[in-house]
């Protein structure tokens, strides 16, 4: 099958105040993958994304988005951050809200086109939230939140969608609807999704890794129980409690 | 009303009409965005250009400029890096700026006039040529806004995102802070550096109770804004009080009623979703 890769990280290191926070991450992304990436909580997985974005800059090795630097690819990368709304009462409608996602499409000093209009309203009906567009953001639930900041990281047109901690604020019974709506984009995107929760690594995920400090993946459906437990640093009957079967390989 | 016949009045109109379109406007990002200190850091700063005004025999108000904007990008350039703390800098700036006019003033020959007006706001004497100042950069605050009302909402709203959509929130947010400087300049002389904290911060913290756009959120900053000046102004005539005082002491009372007001509706609005 032919494939374009969207994401390369080469030995990538990154150091905070001489603390590892990445050590020689290598991940390649291709358009087609649907990744899940489970770790503990500061085992660096926001920023993974913020080198793939160019938020953090690597103290060592390569980083390439869309064939260029991820300064210049990221307008192509939807990026959906964890707890989004700092502010509840933050006076800015779902609209306004999923506009913001195509600033780097219009010119500066322009007001939005017809055309941006278009792909915000898309952008809405692909996550079915059209009904809400005058709603203040602050004023929705957790997961249909959620489903607005993933319509803004739509409206640019991404090729590659980065979802940090996607599940914290959907409620369990939306649990199954969300992915659904990520099994549809899957088909036009490539996927990357980072979590501590490994009960949130679903069925629909086509890859799974494990990410602490060092990058476990080797583009498969299972992690092994080696991996999951060098993440993690203890053994596995800790935490693999409520992991779905068929993400945990079977010891052999 | 024969009180509107005097000048001095209804240059004090005009003067708390800027006043109320600088503080609707750019209160609204100084409360969505959290940059209370940051504003009071650069206000305060402005009494060393003001003590610098009357030590070299330039118009106060010019030397209030030249230190809010260099407070402004100082704090800007401080907030970009992580050594120092944002809220170390700025109380340092604060400071500073204030013990720089105190020595200014000092250092001046003879008397310093209408020093307190500087300090607490004396809207009832301000000049023609100053209402041109307040008038021009009242029309430049109005201007760099509305050319870049998306971009500096996607600044307030989130901040990083805006980066990665490919906004420059870099020189974006020195242009915030410039706005700020800009402002605490139209402001210091209706109601003194120490006090138009109040008044940049409480017409908007009104308003954010009840609106649910930041646009309508500035429309209705600079409406009560308007009326709280003027109320304020009355009053203070009526029962002789200093005007920039009367005006802040109305708006922190109009504040906590606005509290009580916006809980009150919540709740209706709960019991009327709520069904039965």
Redesign the interface.
């Known amino acids: 099958m032919a494939s374009e890769e969207v994401v390369r990280l080469e030995d990538v290191w990154v150091e905070m105040d001489h603390t590892p926070i990445l050590e020689a991450v290598n991940l390649s992304v291709d358009q087609h993958d649907f990744i899940g990436i489970i770790g503990p909580n500061g085992g660096g997985k926001t920023t993974m994304f913020k080198v793939m ?3 953090v800059r690597p103290s060592r090795g390569r980083v390439t988005v869309l064939g260029t630097t991820p300064e210049k690819g ?2 192509r ?1 939807g ?1 959906v ?1 964890q707890d ?1 709304l700092f ?1 509840r ?5 779902v609209w ?2 999923v ?8 010119g ?2 322009r007001r ?1 086109s017809a055309e941006d209009k278009a792909a915000a309203w898309n952008a809405l009906e692909t996550v079915e939230m059209q009904r809400f567009k ?3 953001i602050g004023r929705l639930s957790g997961g249909q939140q959620q489903r607005v900041f993933i319509a ?1 990281a739509l409206v ?1 047109d991404p090729r590659l969608l980065l979802l940090d901690e996607p599940t914290a604020s959907v409620d369990a019974p939306m649990m199954e609807e969300f992915y659904e709506l990520l099994n549809r984009l899957k088909q036009r995107m490539a996927i990357v999704l980072v979590t501590h929760d490994l009960s949130a690594v679903s069925v629909y995920v086509d890859t799974v890794g494990c990410l602490s400090r060092k990058l476990f993946y080797h583009h498969s459906k299972e992690i092994s129980r080696e991996d999951l437990e060098a993440a993690y640093q203890c053994p596995i009957e800790l935490i693999a409690h409520g992991v779905p079967h068929r993400v945990l390989r079977e010891h052999t | 009303m024969e009180i509107l016949q005097y000048a001095y009045m209804q240059r004090a109109l005009v003067a708390g009409l800027l006043v109320s379109i600088t503080c609707g406007v750019i209160g609204t990002y100084v409360v ?1 965005r959290r940059m209370v200190f940051i504003s009071g850091g650069i206000s305060h700063s402005a009494f060393g250009g003001i003590g610098l005004g009357y030590l070299v025999g330039i118009d106060p108000v010019v030397g209030a400029m030249v230190f809010t904007i260099a407070s402004a990008l100082a704090i800007g350039g401080i907030s970009k890096q992580t050594r120092l703390p944002e809220d170390t800098a700025i109380g340092i700036i604060w400071a500073v700026g204030m013990a720089l006019g105190v020595v200014f003033v000092g250092l001046s020959p003879g008397f310093a006039p209408h020093l307190f007006g500087y300090l607490f706001g004396n809207i009832l004497s301000v000049s023609s040529s100053e209402l041109m100042v307040m008038g021009g950069l009242t029309l430049v605050i109005i201007l760099v806004v509305s ?2 009302y ?2 500096l ?2 600044l ?3 901040e ?8 420059p929130t870099g020189w974006l947010y020195f242009v915030l802070v410039v706005l700020i400087a800009l402002s605490v300049v139209v402001l210091i002389r209706a109601v003194g550096i120490i006090l138009l904290i109040a008044l940049l911060t409480i017409p908007a913290a009104i308003s ?2 009840f ?4 646009s ?2 500035m429309l209705l900053s600079v409406v009560l804004s308007v009326v709280l000046v003027v109320l304020g102004l009355w009053l203070s005539y009526v029962l002789d009080l200093a005007s920039g005082a009367t005006i802040i002491l109305l708006s922190g009372l109009v504040f906590a009623a606005s509290v009580g007001v916006s809980r009150l509706r919540r709740e209706w609005m709960a019991r009327r979703a709520a069904p039965g």
């Open positions: 974005l160019g938020l990221r307008r990368v990026y951050p989004s502010d009462d933050f006076p800015a409608s306004d809200v506009l913001m996602g195509r600033l780097g499409r219009v500066r000093l939005f005058d709603r203040q803004r640019s | 969505v050319l870049l998306k971009e909402l996607s307030s709203f989130d990083e995102f805006a980066r990665v959509s490919g906004v954010r109770q609106v649910s756009s930041l309508r959120m």
